[in-house]
Every structure is written in C-alpha cells, then in structure tokens.
C-alpha cells in the first residue's frame, strides 16, 4: 500500500469533500423533487439520531485507530496493526449489539413521545442497519488514515453519495403512494444502503491491499490485547466528548422543536413542513462552503502545535490571523449570495420559494460559524480542546434552552427556532475568542478583515445588478443564476487582488495550483 504525503492526502480529501458536498446538495434536490417538505420534515426527525447512533457505536475509535496504526507501522510491528483492528472490531461489534437492542426496543416510544409524530417509527426503524455497517466502515477508515493512504477514504464518500441519490429516487417513486411515511422511510433506506456500498467498497480496498490479513483464532489476540484495549479507549473517549454533545444536540432538538411548536398552537402537519423546509432546504445551503473551511482546520492544528513547540507566539498568532482572514473570505461571499438570491436559490433548487425567509434570516448571523473552525482548531493545536468542548457544550445548551421560549412563549414559531440557532452560533463563536484571547491573545489583521468585507458589499451590489439586467432579458432563472455567481465571485476577487489582500506570491506557494499558475503566467516570477 503506496502512503501518500501529507499535502497530498490533504488534497485527495478536500477535492472528494468538494465532489460529496456537491452530491449532497443534489441528493437533496432529489429529495425536495420526490419527497416534498413534509416528508423531508418526517425524515429530518429521526436523522440526527442517526449521528448519536454512530457517536455511541464507534466512540472516537477511529481517530484512536488511525493513531496507533500509523505508530505500529512506523515501527513495522505488523502483528499489532492487526491486533488493533481486531480488539477495535470487538468493541465496535459489543457496542453495536447495545445500540441495536436498545434501538429496536425504544422505537415505538420514541418516534410516538419524543418525536410527537407516529409516522417517524418507519424512519426510525430503517435507521437501524446503519448502526453495524457505520461500526465496521469506522475501523476501515481509521486504517486507512493511520497507513496514510486517502485515495479509498475519499472514493467511499464519492460512492456513498452517488448511491443514496439513486436509491432515494427509486424507493421514493416506489413507496410513495403508500403513504408520506413510507416514502420518508425509503429516503432514510437509500442512506443506509448507500453507507453500505461504501462498507464493501472500503472491504475490497482493505482486501487489495495485502497489508493486514485477519485470521483466527480471534478470540485469543483480543484476550491478549487488553494493553491495546486501554491504548484505544484512552485516545478514543476524550476524543468523544465534542461528538457526543454535537450528537445529543442534534437528538434533541427536534424533540424541543417539535413539542415547542406543537404547544404554541402549530398542527403536526404544519411542524413538519417548516422543521422540514429549515433542515432540509435551508441548512444544506448554509453549510455547503464548510468543506473549505474543514481542510483549513485540518491543516491548522498541527501549525498551531509546531509554532507552540517552538514558543512560536507570533507565528500563532500569524498563523490564526490568516485563517480567520481564509474562513472571512470564503464566508462574506457566501452569506452575500445567500442573502440577496434566497428567494432566486429556494425556487430554482427546492421549487419551494416559502423557504426563502428563513435563509434571509439567519444567513447574516451564519457569517459567525465560518469563524468557528479557525478558533476551534487553534484551542485544539494549543492543547487546550476541552475548553473548545466547554463551549461547544454551552453553546448549544444555550440553543436547546432558547427554543421552547422564543418559539412557544413569545409565539414566534418556526423563527423562535432560528433565533435560538443563530444564538448559539454567535455565543459559541465569542467563547472561542474568548478562550483565545485568554491564551495567546487575538492579534488578527483588521485592515484585511474591513477589505474582506467592503469586497463582499461590493460584489452583492454587483451581483443583483447582474441579476436584474440579466433576468430582464428573459433568460432562464437557472442560466441568469449561474451567470450572476460566476461574474460575482470574478468581481469578488479582482477586488480582493486590487486591494492586495490575495497576492501572486502567496497563490504562486499552493502545491499544484502555483505550479501550473507559474507555467501560465510566468513573468516576474
């Protein structure tokens, strides 16, 4: 198995993340076309169980497989490569038989008391498989982090995707005249059968490999294996904590959401057709430029741990002022575009143009998780990640907190929900800053953080102009679209070029892009 270098690795994962953030929002084109808000609605109850589901299973083993991997194989101690995986495969295995006799057990009360609608139990229980195929394909992953080869990593999410979008439009059409919950109950199918072709692609790739082979008897190297055992979990559960809280979050929001709207007055069929159109519609658009903003991170925290290393307390700060500047410059766009075409977007993309004022509403106070990454990422490479979970943890009890107030009390419905969302995406941000400013201080470049934004004004007013020209020349919506973003992003740059803060030097030492920029534009080099 050839290892890849770090830049590279880093590369194949952010270009697959790109191609998967695409296939999602397709997929969920598909589904708005099939399924409709209302079934979309059904579907998004159960979905975030399906993250505490996995949280529970795998624990943050991969994360802890991938790192005494990569250390047994930089000593070439094979046969413990191979005990790993094995007592990896045992607690996986235990945990998933847990998971899924609970799941079974407690579906009936959960869908019908917690979720406040019956037809969710479908959805719920289509859910299920996952739980053993997400087991397996974790330990799969964190081998094949941990041997430093990406390639099968980012092929699975690619195939992953491409099968749920297939299936979903199949099962769907299938089930559909059976009823709104049988339908929901496919979409969540198509999910669980795509995770499972990316198991037995992952399989196959681990097979071809002909690193690790795994024979019995097993039993006897996981009795022997109790040093790896505590070696697993020591690096697995602390890793765990931000997971679980995301996760819980996640579970319990639409429990809150639900009940909160159904005490203010709101029909089941309504809370379902709003809940649907925010997590469905609304929130992927929101979170499609955070692949960006995810390689960032990942690239962030060993920067910050060497410069901290080194007592390196200016490189840090260095290092978090042009992040933050790199998650602004892809952040003000985006929430521009969203803003000023959210009605443009919902009826080209959902057909669902009532979805439109909710994107309007908490797109601007979305540009404060585009922060997040940086922050977050700096407090981990500082060694500081449990204040990173502390308030990650605040954060979003204070979003749970907020719904059943903002949404029943003050009889703001589906917008108290959103106002308790966007608060905790700015309380979370301003921890972080917090929390850095305690450490190193926020030594950040103003000057380029005000041009970032006079550039994202500067383009949206560009933009709608574009846009009104262009849709009064009786083009179609989706062609006037598509030219509007592309001339609008060609004026965001030029400016941000003009005003210097993306320079040819800077672009000239990207591996790959500088390289074939320098044969193309070769003068003054």
């Not at 996952?130 to 990593?153: C, D, E, H, W």
Request: charge should be positive.
């Amino acid at each position: 198995m050839k290892k890849q270098s770090l830049v590279k690795g880093a590369f194949v994962l952010t270009i697959a993340a790109f191609v998967t953030k695409i296939l999602v929002l397709v997929n969920s084109i598909v589904q708005s076309r099939v399924l409709g808000s209302e079934g979309i609605g059904i579907k998004m109850m159960v979905m975030p169980l399906m993250g505490l589901m996995i949280t529970l299973t795998t624990i943050g083993l991969p994360i802890a497989i991938s790192r005494l991997v990569a250390e047994a194989d930089a000593q070439g101690n094979g046969a413990k490569v191979k005990k790993i995986l094995i007592v990896a495969c045992a607690i996986t295995g235990s945990l998933c038989i847990v998971v899924v006799c609970l799941s079974v057990f407690l579906g009936q009360v959960c869908s019908a008391y917690f979720l406040t609608d019956q037809r969710s139990y479908y959805s719920f229980m289509a859910l299920i498989p996952i739980i053993p195929i997400v087991a397996v394909s974790g330990v799969l992953k964190g081998y094949f982090r941990g041997m430093q080869t990406m390639n099968p990593l980012a092929l699975s999410q690619v195939i992953e995707q491409i099968a749920r979008i297939g299936f979903t439009y199949f099962l769907v059409q299938s089930l559909i005249p059976l009823g709104i919950e049988y339908a929901a109950a496919g979409a969540v199918v198509s999910s669980v059968l795509g995770e499972a072709l990316s198991l037995v692609y992952l399989i196959i790739a681990f097979r071809l490999s002909h690193q690790t082979k795994l024979r019995l008897p097993i039993w006897k190297k996981v009795m022997k294996g109790r040093d790896i055992f505590i070696e697993l979990l020591s690096t697995a559960l602390p890793t765990t904590g931000n997971g679980l809280i995301f996760s819980v979050s996640k579970a319990i929001q639409p429990i809150i959401i639900t009940k909160s709207l159904a005490i203010a007055g709101f029909t089941s069929i309504v809370i379902a057709k709003d809940y649907g159109m925010l997590t469905g519609f609304v929130m992927p658009l929101l979170f499609f430029p955070g692949f960006i903003n995810q390689s960032l991170g990942v690239t962030l925290v060993p920067a910050i741990s060497e410069a901290k290393a080194n007592n390196h307390l200016n490189l840090i700060q260095r290092r978090l002022s042009q992040a933050i500047c790199v998650a602004l410059g892809v952040g003000v766009p985006s929430t521009a575009l969203l803003y000023l075409f959210a009605h443009e977007l919902m009826t080209l993309i959902y057909k669902s143009p009532q979805a439109a004022p909710f994107l309007k509403f908490i797109a601007p106070f979305f540009l404060f998780h585009y922060l997040q990454t940086p922050l977050q990422s700096t407090l981990v490479g500082l060694g500081h990640a449990k204040a990173a979970m502390l308030n990650n943890m605040i954060s979003k009890g204070m979003t749970i907190l907020l719904i059943y107030p903002l949404s029943a009390n003050l009889k703001l419905g589906i917008y108290g929900v959103i106002l308790a969302i966007c608060i905790g995406v700015i309380l979370e941000t301003l921890l972080h800053i917090f929390s850095v400013i305690k450490l190193i201080g926020f030594d950040v470049n103003y000057y380029d953080m005000i041009k970032i934004l006079l550039a994202g004004i500067s383009m949206g007013l560009g933009g709608k102009l574009v846009f009104v020209y262009l849709n009064n020349s009786e083009l179609r919506l989706g062609t006037a679209i598509l030219i509007t973003f592309l001339l609008s992003i060609w004026i965001y740059l030029m400016i941000l070029i003009y005003l210097k803060v993306i320079r040819r030097k800077a672009i000239l030492r990207i591996p790959f892009v500088g390289e074939k920029l320098a044969m193309l534009f070769p003068i003054g080099r």
